[in-house]
Structure formats: C-alpha cells, structure tokens
C-alpha cells in the first residue's frame, strides 16, 4: 500500500509534466531528476502506470461518456454553457473550436501518448519477464481503449502520437485492426509470460482482472471490425473465466466519479427519461434497468438543447466515490447475440438475448428480470433492432451508443440542420480547430 501511494505521488507529477503537453519550459530544476531518468526505470514506470489510471478515469472517460451521450440522447443539458448545448444540437454547424469538440479529442490523445510512452519503457528498461510483460499489457489496453474511443467519434485518427505534432492519420478499420493488433499482443504476452507479483500488487487494483479486461475489449473491437466469430471466442474467454473479480474504475475522495460530478453534484446534465429512447425502442415498463439507472422525475432539459424529460441519476453514477465498471458482463452476452445475429445464426443469437433479458444474478445488479423475447425469431433484423434497445438500455452510459446507432442504423439519415430529437444528431465530430491549425495532416471534416 505505500509503495502504492508513492506511485501515484510520482503519477501526478508525471501527468501534468511537459511529456504529456505540448508546452515546454525554458528552465530547469537541478533538484528534480529529468522525465528520462524516471522513466528509464521500473519504479518511474510504475508511478507513469498509476498515472494513467488516475488520469483516464477521471479525466478521459468523462469525455468517452459524456461527449457521445449527449449526441446519442442519453443526457440531457440543464446549464447554459456553450460546449454542451452545441453538442446537443449537432447538425453541420457543429463548431471545431467547439470545447465540446477538442476535450475529448486533447484528453484521449494525451491518455494515449502516456501509454506509448509507457510502452517504448516497457521495451527498453531493463526489467523481469513478469514485470515486463504486464507493463506492455497494460500499456496496449489503455492505448486501444483511446483508439477505440477516438474512432467512435472521428472519422479518422492518429494510431501514434508525434513529437513534432504532426501525426499521420488512419481511418476506422485501420484503427480497429491496430486495437486488436495492440490487445491479441497483450493477451499473448501475459499467456506466454504471466504478470510478476511485483507488477500486480504496484500497478493493479483489486477491482481489476487484467486478463479479462483485454479479451473483453477484443470481443468489443472484433465486433466493431465484422468479426465475429472471434468477438464470440473473446466474449466467451471474459464469460466462462474462473477469475471472478469485475474490472471497475475506483474512485475516493481525491478522485472522484466523474460522471457523478457532472450529473448529480453539478447538476450541467442528467440522464433522459426512457434512457433518451422513443417510439419503438422505449424499453418495456417492467424492465427492471429502469429503476437500477433512473431515479426520479428530475425536470426538463434546455429547451434549446431539447426540452425532454430528465430523471435523476443512479446506477454506477450516483455517488462522488461509486465505481464505474470498465466494461459490463452483459455486454460480453449482447456481443455474442450480435455476432450471432450477424452470421445468421438466429437461434444462437435470441438464446444470447434472452440470456439478458432474463437475467437476475447480474454481478453488477444490471438485471432485466423479464420474460423471454417474443418476437419473430425468424426474422434477423427484427433480432438486431431487440438486440439494440438491450444495448442501448444494459450499456447505458458506458460511450457505446454512439457506435452502436451508426452500426445497427448506418442508413439513418442525419440531417444537416441542428437537430435535438434525432436518434443522433451526427455521425462524426469535426476535427477541433487546433489540431487543424498545427497538424498539416488533419483531413477535411465530415459533412455530418
């Protein structure tokens, strides 16, 4: 525990050092050993690695959250600032120099040039097999959690960052097959050489199964990428672990729920009544993840952001210190009914559903405990628009909506003028104006 305390003392410092910023300083304190010199030992890497943890789940995953959220309906603004109320209208005119634009684009690409870092350490400092194989696995998790986060929201990204600012940028299954080049490589490292007791016990928490955390995020990028079969295997390796433990963000008094601050202790959004869901896809009212997620009628949203009904926040969220879990058992469920669906194997793909639906011994307490589907179970696209209102429900809140409206709904036409009604109201985010302003490679914006 103290050894601990002293790396995530030296993580801070580390986060808010010139490494990770675009500004330098024109001095230097003869006091403090350089970020080379941390770095290029295993105690630096730890302390880089405890860091990042700190910084991503506070600081990251508020925007993988919130930035989709509000695009795909799930929070409705109820403050005045500029940034989120132009993220609820969306349309063509979405600004680039929106804050709503360049948050999520500057925290994850800093996320990300951490974990490089970490990586390049994890190769070059001298250090046991153990100890080095779970640095590099846990390097190549963060890194494919901020590509797989960044592609969702831009049509295309940087796979590396670069010193001189000028990244070169890939598209979407580029990115996809570079986060599961990232996490087959972690997998593989831990099978061949397991993690070193001294790795796990300074980097890792107790509410983290490193193992099950890469083959879950495998399942979710193979799916993404259209393969299924292998988003299955992955599923099924989280799914039937002997490992019980439940990979969650953990917050204290220092570090609090991010989405909590911005929710119940802020009050700048809340959740949307029915999950922002409407017409056909408004869950059943017995659907017990109503009551786990929503409390009470909580007012309405803007009416220049909406109007629509809001409801106070429960959930993973309703606590300055409730911990948000990195990924949920039932979407392992939901990704095997898609894949299922998806190779046409329909019977497969509604016992998957069902698993879901049906569910009341959810380790997280994310149970539907309804009766089975009765729908067309012959009928493949009436399986994947169920299968989209349980993702839209189980996963609420999780940055996951954003994808999945664009993958089960590719033809829905957005429309051009601000919009707050739409299912989304874009399909890609503009690439913020700095990046445009000191990056020659940046491409030209998506329309929507």
């Known amino acids: 525990m103290k050894n601990i305390k002293i790396y995530t003392i030296i993580g801070a410092v580390l986060v808010c050092s010139s490494l990770f910023t675009a500004c330098e300083t024109e001095f230097e304190n003869p006091n403090n050993p350089t970020e080379d010199v941390v770095l290029g030992t295993k105690e630096g890497l730890f302390a880089l690695a405890t860091g990042i943890r700190q910084y991503y789940s506070v600081t990251a995953l508020r925007q993988v959250i919130e930035v989709p959220g509000i695009t795909t309906r799930e929070l409705g603004v109820t403050n005045t600032f500029l940034n989120i109320n132009e993220l609820a209208q969306g349309g063509a005119e979405l600004p680039a120099e929106s804050g709503g634009i360049s948050n999520p684009w500057t925290y994850l690409l800093k ?25 590099l696995a846990y390097g190549n998790l963060i890194k494919s959690m901020c590509l797989g986060a960044l592609i969702e929201m831009f049509e295309q990204v940087p796979i590396d960052n670069s010193a001189d600012g000028e990244a070169l940028f890939s598209d979407k299954a580029t990115v996809l097959a570079e986060c599961i080049l990232l996490l087959e490589e972690a997998r593989d490292e831990l099978a061949a050489e397991p993690m070193s007791d001294d790795f796990e016990s300074s980097v890792l928490w107790t509410d983290m199964s490193l193992e099950k955390t890469i083959n879950a995020f495998l399942s979710r990028y193979q799916l993404m990428a259209g393969n299924y079969a292998e988003s299955i295997v992955s599923a099924d390796a989280v799914l039937n672990s002997d490992d019980s433990t439940n990979s969650m963000w953990v917050y204290d008094a220092n570090n609090e729920n991010p989405i909590w601050n911005r929710t119940v202790n802020s009050a700048d959004l809340n959740p949307q009544s029915n999950f922002g869901l409407t017409g056909d896809y408004i869950p059943e009212a017995e659907d017990g993840r109503i009551d786990f997620y929503l409390g009470a009628d909580a007012g309405f949203a803007n009416e220049d952001a909406g109007g629509q009904a809001l409801s106070e926040m ?3 969220f309703e606590s300055s210190t409730a911990p948000i879990p990195i990924y949920l058992p039932g979407e392992m469920m939901l990704n095997k009914a898609e894949a299922y ?4 194997q329909l019977d497969d793909a509604v016992d998957q559903l069902n698993l879901v639906r049906q569910k009341t011994d959810d380790p997280l307490g994310v149970n539907a405990n309804l009766p089975a589907w009765t729908g067309d179970e012959a009928n493949a696209d009436a399986i994947l628009e169920e299968i989209y209102i349980n993702r839209s429900v189980e996963l609420f809140l999780t940055g996951l909506r954003f994808g999945d409206s664009k993958r089960f709904h590719p033809d829905f036409e957005v429309p051009l003028e601000a919009n707050t009604t739409n299912e989304r109201n874009r399909n890609y985010y503009p690439y913020p104006s700095t990046e445009r302003e000191n990056n020659p490679n940046t491409p030209d914006d998506p329309t929507i």
């Open 111 to 135: 996320a990300k040039g951490m974990s490089e870092s970490l990586i390049e350490g994890a190769n070059t400092v001298e250090l046991t097999a153990g100890t080095r194989s779970g640095l």
């Open 341 to 344: 669906a998806r190779l046409n």
């Open 314 to 316: 429960l959930g993973f």
